[in-house]
């Protein structure tokens, strides 16, 4: 019962302070430390207690919650402690705030109030546990739990601040085993490693972060500092530290680093659609790239790409795409009122976010909605640099999806480089088949009889857009029943040199026509195009065919060609003349040689024979080797033969061409 200490006797041997701050406390039914109160000193009773409160009142009634533990502590450590005096700083409950004061707690041994506890309370506002108290509130306010651990007891002593996930917290005692069998295994050996290097003096002070399980199976993590100390010169070696939960900050943490990787995953993705779509020279590429590669750069699952053809959609689509989406919009008016057609005709990308958001926006195109299961949708434009349309691209998703604002412009950036990578490819093929008509405008478009021969021609391009072979070769069937085989090659890959090709082929064909010789043609031809001042040179390779099987044959810088009978295959590398087009007045010697029924002859341009990984002899001993090998075989496989042989073998990727002569046995 709360009484008036002025109005009570006290024993002799407990003389209780006229003005302090004390109380008396009895056991009291309830956990271990609770204690009601029985007398108080007067500035007890007009600080902290309510004259209209009925007693007996609890102790812990005056104790601000979070001092509840640690005043049961002091309490029941008082209780059994035989007499011994006991502090701690507790923090009281005062109508103007909490106020937190060393309080000391002893059991009386004599006298009517043995068995009771006689708690005082220290007054002093600068006093000795004033910088102690001072960094205990510091350690509560930063919501870490303050603790000691006596070395020679083994015994962790929680003194107050943050009840930890693990249960531990205020007033709570265990040995380091127990702790340790506390923290997650993984983390077991990290914290034993930082309470021994203290404890051998290894380090001052260690920090070390570990998880401990909660109840719930959940993992919390925990951040500790700690240092060795001695209380007093002839005291024990204590650790004492702080311990934060750190949960929220390493999730955090966590979805950052987590966050960065996919932003820099995403990054690399969107850096190598770009790459990918610079890179593409064919629609087939392009559209590769985009059905491969977009969907996953924004987190989509699914792409479907429309090209503009005819005022309609053209759609092919990838994975993740439902066949019923892409028959919805195939064939669809460029006019029609859809998302991707407006996305389409405006230029400028759509973003929904939600299948309700499309509902409320397109009332009249609800179709796409039953033709997915897609919640999400973008609607990106090919921009090009032309006023129009070029076509677009659909990203689903299958869950909402609100793009960030570095999202939104990463779409704008996509659909202009994918734009321009689209217009590039179409001028490129368009110039491409311009080339490939040139290539062949340039070159007879059939062979003419040859009397006496068979003879298989063959042409293979390396252009890449406008680039066309100046490689060209020509039979012309003479009215004395001889045949001119010609072949050449003609500086440069461009429409220039085909154009010039033409015009040297051209010329080389009326001048066999009215003096077959070869070494007149070479001639003639070098001279005109000395007059033209033509800014290119050619070779030239010409051979003369009677059908008697004589040849006469020149060269003009050319390639050697290839004789293949039945004793072997030989390059016939007679001595020749300069290209035509350099050097004025030039002589041309002829060489002659007869072929056998049956004998091969093959003329090649370099591009067959030389390369960066190639000289011209092996070339040539290639080509020997695959005349002879073939001599028996149709003419056409032979021709076929040569040309198989790979751009591997010469290191470099050039035009090539070769004429193939066989003179027919009698009465073939």
């Given amino acids: 019962m709360c009484a008036d200490a002025t109005s009570l006797a006290r024993p002799a041997q407990e ?63 008082a209780f059994q402690g035989g007499g011994r005096t006991y502090r701690q700083p507790i923090e009281y409950t005062h109508p103007h705030g909490t106020v937190i004061s060393m309080t000391t707690a002893r059991r009386l041994e004599g006298g009517d109030d043995a068995g009771a ?8 506002e600068q006093g000795e546990w004033l910088h102690w108290e001072a960094l205990r509130s510091m350690t509560v306010l930063a919501d870490a739990s303050l603790w000691v651990y006596d070395e020679e007891a083994d015994r962790f002593s929680w003194l107050d601040g943050e009840r930890l996930y693990n249960g531990m917290g205020p007033g709570d005692r265990m040995p380091l085993a127990e702790l340790l069998g506390r923290v997650h295994d993984d983390d077991v050996g990290r914290v034993e490693k930082a309470f021994w290097a203290l404890r051998r003096g290894e380090a001052q002070q260690v920090d070390v972060d570990f998880r401990m399980p909660h109840e719930d199976g959940s993992s919390h993590w925990l951040r ?105 919009l195939h064939g669809l008016p460029l006019d029609a009122p859809k998302p991707l057609t407006e996305a389409i005709r405006t230029g400028t990308p759509l973003f929904i976010a939600t299948r309700e958001e499309y509902r409320l926006s397109w009332p009249q195109a609800h179709g796409l909605l039953d033709a997915t299961a897609a919640e999400s949708f973008i609607m990106i434009p090919l921009r090009g640099q032309g006023a129009a349309p070029l076509g677009g691209w659909v990203v689903t998703f299958d869950g909402p999806h609100n793009l960030s604002d570095h999202e939104q412009t990463l779409v704008g950036v996509m659909a202009d480089v994918a734009g321009q990578a689209w217009e590039r490819i179409r001028l490129q093929s368009a110039r491409t088949e311009l080339a490939n008509t040139v290539q062949r405008d340039m070159l007879p478009a059939t062979l003419p009889t040859a009397v006496g021969y068979e003879v298989e021609a063959r042409y293979r391009p390396a252009h890449h857009g406008l680039e066309v072979g100046g490689d060209w070769y020509d039979v012309i069937a003479l009215p004395d029943g001889s045949t001119a085989c010609i072949i050449g090659d003609v500086q440069g890959h461009n429409v220039q ?18 003096e077959p010789a070869p070494d ?41 060609l290839v ?21 004025p007045g030039r002589a041309f010697p002829v060489h002659s040689l007869d072929l056998a029924p049956g004998d091969l002859l093959v003329l090649v341009t370099d591009g067959l024979v030389e390369g960066p990984q190639l000289p011209i002899d ?19 496989e032979v021709a076929d033969a040569l040309m198989a042989q790979s751009d591997s073998m010469t290191g470099h990727i050039d035009d090539r061409a070769a004429l193939v002569v066989r003179r027919l046995r009698d009465g073939s």
């Fill in 520 to 560: 007149r043609v070479l001639a003639r031809t070098n001279d005109l195009m000395l007059q033209m001042r033509l800014p290119v040179f050619a070779t030239c390779l010409y051979a003369l065919l009677t059908p008697e099987g004589r040849v006469a044959t020149a060269r003009a810088g050319h390639v050697p």
């Fill in 224 to 328: 500790t500092l700690a240092r060795l100390v001695r209380f007093g010169f002839d005291g024990r070696r204590c650790v004492v530290g702080t311990t934060t939960n750190t949960t929220a900050a390493v999730e955090r943490h966590q979805s950052l680093v987590r966050a960065h990787a996919e932003a820099s995953r995403r990054g690399e993705l969107v850096q190598q659609l770009a790459a990918a779509f610079v890179a593409a020279t064919t629609e087939d590429e392009l559209t590769e790239a985009i059905l491969n590669r977009v969907a996953p750069a924004f987190e989509g699952n699914g792409t479907l790409l429309a090209f503009v053809e005819n005022g309609r959609l053209r759609v092919t689509f990838g994975d993740g795409i439902d066949p019923a989406l892409a028959r919805s």
């Fill in 15 to 77: 003389p209780f302070p006229a003005e302090g701050m004390w109380m008396l406390l009895a056991p009291a039914d309830g956990p271990a430390g609770a204690a009601e109160l029985m007398r108080a000193s007067p500035r007890i009773r007009a600080a902290l207690l309510d004259d209209t409160a009925t007693p007996p009142r609890a102790f812990a009634d005056l104790v601000a919650p979070t001092s509840e533990s640690i005043s049961r502590q002091l309490l029941l450590d």
């Fill in 117 to 124: 506890l006689l708690v005082e309370i220290e007054e002093e």
């Fill in 618 to 636: 092996s070339g040539l001993d290639a080509v020997c080797r695959t005349a002879f090998h073939h001599r028996r075989a149709p003419l056409s």
């Fill in 497 to 514: 040199a085909a154009a010039l090709m033409g015009q040297v082929r051209t010329a080389m064909h009326a001048y066999a026509w009215q």
């Fill in 563 to 583: 004789h293949s009978r039945a004793e072997g295959a030989v390059s016939r590398e007679y001595p020749g003349g300069p290209p035509l087009g350099v050097v």
